[in-house]
């Protein structure tokens, strides 16, 4: 078999850890000896159209240069230039557009006989991936990641209608948590291709790691006895803006308590204002290889995002032994496994969960780190990969024998 890939998730200069749980699935696809081309398909403005944006927006349309995640992968970037009529088209005649873009990108892609089109990202991606597939008459999976379904197609009626089209047109769709179907079948799709497979971890988290390490390889020291943990984006979807009112909340129960917060976004300068004396520590993006040592000195990490596809965070967490405390919200209970502490919606939340996470902190969990390990280690991304390529093979013997 030969994978043609086809993400909307993907690294760039601004964001080198960009599309990482793509990147995950590749590497195991390469240990299994699977070819593979990665695109990345990306819209690019004429001047005309982007001075149109500008003022419809508000802002500059954001230019990203796509990089790879390392050496071996080059991603192929695919790129469609979009003018002033392109723009009303799409407004006014949005197949007609598609058409076009489908027309300009159908030649762009190495496709043979024996091709799997694997698309990551439902809207715009999956939709030409599911397209394209049909055009030279192979088979098509979409994996589904979480805003593509649970956010985007609620911004207009254009979105949805094509996220569903992609949905129901694919061979197969791999929802990365049963919360993230459930949440696809809202919008009107039906389910009958879906198929769930969460997120794995790197095998790395389950190496174990002392906090003496940790200390050493972050540079980081601790200065107060326990310390609060949050690793991803500092964006709403995460509820990162309700972490000063939450660290408040903690520092209230317990004043020996420090944070550390890894990750950047929109939310950063505002979270540094509205935190004030409390001990917080911002280290902004850093590698993904370096998240294991920096998750090794939390007590506990917390994740009350307001959605979540499935939440990799969590089951890296639990491979370093650290309790979590999250949100009702998405795959978070699933990726959870019945530990720690899942804190439902409602009045107070921020109250609620700050209490939760002092309960957590409060309770020696030693007892339940090889409990967390072992749930963690029965999730990793070979473990994710082996199923993928099952659905691949079905897909080629159901393709041989039609």
């Not at 649970?150 to 992609?166: E, S």
């Not at 339940?368 to 082996?386: F, G, P, V, Y």
């Amino acid at each position: 078999m030969n994978i043609c890939v086809i993400t909307g998730l993907y690294p760039t200069e601004q964001s080198t850890s960009g599309g990482v749980f793509v990147h995950e699935r590749l590497m195991q696809l390469r240990k299994q000896g699977i070819p593979y081309k990665i695109y990345a398909i990306e819209k690019r403005y004429s001047p005309g159209a982007a001075l149109i944006y500008r003022l419809a927006k508000r802002k500059s349309f954001q230019v990203s240069t796509i990089v790879s995640w390392d050496q071996s992968d080059t991603i192929i970037p695919v790129f469609y230039y979009v003018n002033i009529f392109d723009m009303i088209l799409s407004h006014l005649h949005p197949r007609l557009y598609h058409e076009k873009m489908l027309e300009y990108l159908s030649d762009k892609l190495d496709v043979r006989a024996d091709t799997i089109i694997h698309v990551h990202w439902v809207y715009p991606q999956g939709y030409y991936g599911v397209r394209i597939a049909k055009h030279y008459g192979v088979p098509c999976v979409i994996t589904a990641h979480g805003s593509d379904i649970h956010t985007d197609p609620q911004q207009n009626r254009l979105i949805r209608k094509t996220t569903l089209a992609a949905l129901s047109s694919a061979d197969r769709v791999i929802f990365v948590s049963q919360a993230l179907l459930n949440s696809a079948k809202t919008l009107g799709y039906e389910g009958n291709n879906a198929i769930v497979i969460p997120n794995g971890i790197d095998s790395v988290f389950l190496l174990p790691v002392n906090r003496k390490t940790a200390v050493k390889k972050t540079g980081w020291q601790r200065s107060h006895k326990y310390v609060v943990g949050f690793v991803g984006n500092l964006v709403p979807v995460k509820r990162a803006d309700a972490f000063p009112k939450i660290f408040h909340y903690i520092h209230e129960t317990m004043n020996d308590v420090e944070f550390i917060l890894v990750g950047k976004g929109i939310l950063e300068s505002s979270i540094k204002e509205q935190c004030g004396d409390l001990q917080v520590t911002f280290t902004g993006m850093v590698p993904h290889d370096d998240v294991l040592y920096w998750m090794n000195l939390f007590d506990v990490l917390i994740l009350p995002s307001r959605n979540e596809g499935w939440g990799c965070v969590i089951s890296e967490a639990y491979a370093c032994g650290i309790p979590v405390v999250g949100s009702d919200a998405g795959g978070i209970p699933e990726a959870m496994g019945g530990l720690g502490v899942v804190v439902p919606e409602g009045d107070d939340f921020e109250k609620r969960f700050a209490g939760a996470v002092c309960e957590v902190l409060n309770k020696n969990h030693v007892s339940e780190k090889q409990n967390l390990i072992d749930t963690a280690s029965r999730n990793t991304w070979e473990q994710c990969i082996m199923k993928e390529i099952g659905v691949y093979k079905s897909l080629l013997d159901g393709k041989e024998k039609s």
